[in-house]
C-alpha cells in the first residue's frame, strides 16, 4: 500500500516568503507528527496531532510556524516570513497510535532552502 | 529531563566486521526503544525495536538488547555488508507522550 508521501520534495524560499509544506498519512493512521531535521542532526520533534486534534506543539520554534490537520488525514506545515535557519528537511510520520511501541513511519521529507 | 546519547560517528568498516553502534537514555520511565535508519537518498525507516526490559529486537541480521539496568540498546550486527552503509538513529519513545527523541545519527560507511 501507498506510504506516507509529502509535497513538495524541494522548496526554495526567498527569505521573508511564507512556505505551506503538504503531508499525506498513510490511510487509517491517527496520529501524525512532524520534524525539523538539520544537516547532519536527527530529527527534532515539531508537533503531533491526533485525527484532526493538535496535541502537543511545544517543538515549534517560533509563532511562525503553523500546522494544521483539519479532516483527520492531510496535514499542512505553513512556516510565515521564512527566515534562513529555518532551512532543513521537514518529515512527516504517522502512527495507528500515539502510545509509544506503535511503528511511525516516515515520508521522504520537504527539504527547505531559505535563500 | 528524558535524553538519548548516541555513539558519534562516522564510522568506517570493511566488509564483514563487526558492527556495534552505542545507544543510552536517561528516562524517569521506561520507554519503548527503535532503531531507525535512514538509506542514501531514502526516508527513515524502522529497523528493528524493543518494548520491555530484556526484550531483543532483530531485523537484517542487526540486533539490540532493551537493558533496563544500563539503561542502553546498543545496536550491533556480526558481519555487516557494503548495502548497510547508512545513518543509523537511535530513538527512545517516552511513555509520558514525549514521542521519539531521536540521536544525533551515526553515519556508517562499508567498504568492500
Known amino acids: 500500500g501507498a506510504g506516507v508521501s509529502q509535497s513538495p520534495r524541494y522548496k526554495v524560499a526567498k527569505r521573508g516568503q511564507d512556505v505551506a509544506l503538504r503531508c499525506d498519512p498513510i490511510s487509517g493512521h491517527v496520529s501524525l507528527f512532524w520534524y525539523q531535521q538539520a544537516l547532519g542532526q536527527g530529527p527534532e520533534f515539531l508537533t503531533y496531532?491526533?485525527?484532526?486534534?493538535?496535541?502537543?506543539k511545544s517543538g515549534l520554534p517560533s509563532d511562525r510556524f503553523f500546522a494544521e490537520r483539519p479532516e483527520g488525514s492531510v496535514s499542512t506545515l505553513k512556516i510565515q516570513r521564512t527566515q534562513q535557519e529555518d532551512s532543513a528537511v521537514y518529515l512527516c510520520?504517522?502512527?495507528?497510535?500515539?502510545?509509544?511501541?506503535?511503528?511511525?513511519?516516515f515520508g521522504p521529507g520537504t527539504r527547505l532552502t531559505v535563500t | 529531563g528524558d535524553s538519548v546519547t548516541q555513539m558519534e560517528g562516522p564510522v568506517t568498516l570493511s566488509e564483514e566486521a563487526f558492527l556495534t553502534i552505542n545507544c543510552t537514555y536517561t528516562?524517569?520511565?521506561?520507554?519503548?526503544l527503535f532503531w531507525y535508519v535512514q538509506y542514501p537518498g531514502e526516508g527513515l525507516q524502522l529497523l528493528l525495536k524493543?518494548?520491555?526490559?530484556?526484550d531483543k529486537g532483530s531485523n537484517k541480521g542487526f540486533e539490540a538488547t532493551y537493558r533496563k539496568e544500563t539503561t542502553s540498546f546498543h545496536l550491533e550486527k556480526g558481519s555487516v555488508q557494503v548495502s548497510d552503509s547508512a545513518v543509523y538513529f537511535c530513538?527512545?519513545?517516552?511513555?509520558?507522550?514525549?514521542?521519539?527523541?531521536f540521536g544525533p545519527g551515526t553515519r556508517l560507511s562499508v567498504l568492500p
Open positions: 524493543a518494548t520491555k526490559a530484556d
Open positions: 496531532f491526533q485525527n484532526e486534534a493538535q496535541l502537543d
Open positions: 528516562a524517569t520511565g521506561y520507554p519503548s
Open positions: 510520520a504517522s502512527s495507528l497510535d500515539v502510545i509509544g511501541s506503535y511503528e511511525q513511519y
Open positions: 530513538a527512545p519513545s517516552f511513555q509520558d507522550g514525549q514521542n521519539f527523541v
